[in-house]
């Protein structure tokens, strides 16, 4: 599992008719948690995936190479 804000046990609120996802954790502790927070390094760095796992955008700007 990749290492994250949330751990195994947190407790995630889905609120599906308002739209919303919510963790039940104290701020002062997920603060805590991404002053800890590390980028994970890529699994594969060379070839074709490699070149799309440093380039690419994320999914929500439509995952598409910054040149």
């Given at each position: ?48 995936l490699g070149k799309y796992a440093r380039m690419a955008s994320s999914a929500d700007a439509g995952a598409?190479?910054?040149?």
């Amino acid at each position: 599992m990749a290492p994250g804000l949330l751990r195994d046990g947190d407790i995630i609120e889905i609120d599906i008719p308002n739209n919303t996802l919510n963790v039940k954790l104290p701020e002062k502790e997920l603060a805590h948690r991404r002053k800890k927070w590390k980028s994970p390094e890529p699994t594969i760095s060379h070839g074709a995936l490699g070149k799309y796992a440093r380039m690419a955008s994320s999914a929500d700007a439509g995952a598409v190479l910054k040149w």
